[in-house]
């Protein structure tokens, strides 16, 4: 199914150049897996939330562009809604192309809603890490630039930090990964969801180049690293019927 833009030239033009970005990456000489996240089988937080009796709970995380994190959780088992949008700035901001501009303090984040009695915030966490993208990229992830597409975690409340920040601190120590963990912790913003047009984006568009070479192998390897936790039927906001 082919998505429909907005006629915005600057949008178009911003949305093309994510296409432009890895094919340029090919004829320069650098393989596909420089494109796609290839995914890494790491350890459970040692240190996860305690049981509060809750039926819902919301993490909101951002690691590059929020088509392929959304995807990742919406083909997560225990997870009710997974939103595109954006965190870390105003409200009066929180529009495509102005956080495009990478001036206004957003990241592309995703908003997901779980129930806590099928899956952690821990396990949560431990998916963001392994396969919805890479942690020791510096305001970046694949072929997008910019702090827009800095991988961050925004803490609900002080236990959701104090899990992040031990979490990090654990598989730092335990060198799992080619680099530091760069992701940054950033309480006390709220989400605000993005336009319609980028929600459910991975799935309503599979074909689109940009899916295919960067976010689809995140779908595959969240099935082979976590099949406990994968979902065939990805639960999609136009199911769930809201992006609060």
Known sequence: MTQTFPSSTKTSIRRASRTIA????????????????EGIKIPAPAQDETASGAKSEVAVLAGGC?????????????????????????????????VGSDTTGHAESVKITYDPSKISYGRILQIYFSVAHDPT??????????????SAIFPVNEEQAKIAKAYIGQLD????????????????????????????????????????????????????????????????????????
Do not use: C
């Open 22 to 37: 890895f094919i340029a990456a090919i004829l320069t000489g650098s393989t596909f897996h420089a494109l796609a996240e």
């Open 137 to 150: 990229e510096l305001n970046r992830q694949g072929p997008d630039r910019g702090t827009q597409y800095r």
């Open 173 to 244: 120590q335990a060198k799992l990964f080619d680099g530091a963990i760069v992701t940054r912790i950033e309480p006390g913003h709220e989400f605000y969801p993005a336009e319609d047009y980028h929600q459910d984006f991975l799935t309503l568009n599979p074909t689109y180049p940009y899916i295919v070479y960067n976010d689809l192998p995140k779908i595959a390897n969240l099935k082979r690293i976590f099949p406990d936790l994968y979902r065939e039927d990805p639960v999609l906001v136009s199911e769930a019927g809201s992006t609060n």
């Open 66 to 98: 929020f088509w392929g994190v959304q995807g990742v959780f919406q083909h997560v088992r225990g997870v009710a809604n997974a939103v595109s949008g954006y965190a870390g700035g105003e409200a009066k901001t929180a529009q495509y192309e102005m």
